[in-house]
């Protein structure tokens, strides 16, 4: 899907300065799901981007099923398709989700989506997850829409939870971590084990503690303020190294290397 996006919005603007700089753009991508087949008013979302959500929409391109305009450092596709997404992409990020306990039940009888995608330089990666999630806010606000998944970490989040947290992000300047990353625990044996997905969309590899006595909500505070920390400002992590990007709360770096816990996954081990 990532690669047809390219090639569109390459089509659509010429995109001189990835050209120049022969550099493969990023491209932030994800799905709204809405509960019926009707196509929602681009027009409409457009005025709630630009007058809700403070989205600074310029050049933009209105049709009845794709809404494309520019923002800084940023191109933006919000493009509606007549047919639910992937169901083995939902069915996935529904069987873990733990913010939104009824996701099982719900997201699946979703009947059409609008896929977003927002390209830009790979450096300016953060910036392109809050233009998403913006966009995302405004495409929930004006649709009859279910929630928002973002298939390459596996993360779903109802309308509600999702629209409270654009809306911090607006406000407040607050990440909206849970949309963006997944955390996953693992208790066993009176130990407990956590892990993120989707540090990677950062340019990072994913965190994860493996048997920690600790219990659960500290190990999961720990991998959340570490992934907040690490989103806002990248460093890479080796083994030996003691990270404090956490005030109070030294992380050590154990190793980095095959995952225990993710499938073909290369991780950041850390202790606490």
Not at 17 to 22: E, G, I, P, R
Not at 142 to 165: E, F, G, H, R
Not at 188 to 207: A, C, D, P, R, V
Request: with cysteine.
């Amino acid at each position: 899907m990532r690669f047809a996006l390219i090639c569109l919005l390459a089509g659509l603007f010429s995109l001189p300065l990835f050209a120049q700089q022969n550099t493969t753009p990023k491209i932030v991508s994800g799905m709204v799901l809405l509960e019926s087949r009707t196509a929602p008013d681009n027009a409409k979302i457009l005025k709630s981007l630009k007058t809700d959500w403070k989205v600074a929409a310029d050049s933009a391109s209105v049709s009845d099923k794709t809404l494309v305009f520019s923002l800084p450092g940023a191109t933006v596709m919000i493009a509606w398709l007549d047919y639910p997404a992937p169901q083995e992409d939902v069915l996935l990020a529904s069987g873990i989700s733990w913010l939104w306990r009824e996701a099982r039940q719900v997201a699946p009888r979703h009947q059409s989506h609008v896929v977003i995608s927002v390209m830009g330089k790979p450096e300016l990666a953060l910036d392109l997850y809050k233009y998403f999630t913006t966009c995302a806010a405004g495409v929930l606000s004006q649709t009859n829409s279910s929630a928002v998944l973002m298939n390459t970490q596996y993360v779903i989040l109802d309308k509600a939870t999702y629209l409270n947290s654009a809306t911090n992000l607006v406000k407040e300047g607050t990440l909206p971590l849970y949309a963006w990353v997944y955390f996953g625990m693992l208790p066993e044996e009176g130990k407990n084990s956590g892990y993120t997905y989707g540090l990677q969309e950062f340019g990072m590899k994913e965190l994860e503690i493996v048997n920690a006595p600790q219990p659960a909500n500290e190990v999961h505070g720990v991998l959340y303020d570490a992934a907040a920390a690490l989103v806002q400002r990248p460093i890479q992590l080796k083994t030996g190294m003691v990270y404090d990007g956490i005030p109070g709360v030294p992380l050590k770096i154990m190793g980095v290397g095959p995952s225990s816990l993710i499938k073909d996954e290369t991780t950041v081990r850390v202790e606490f």
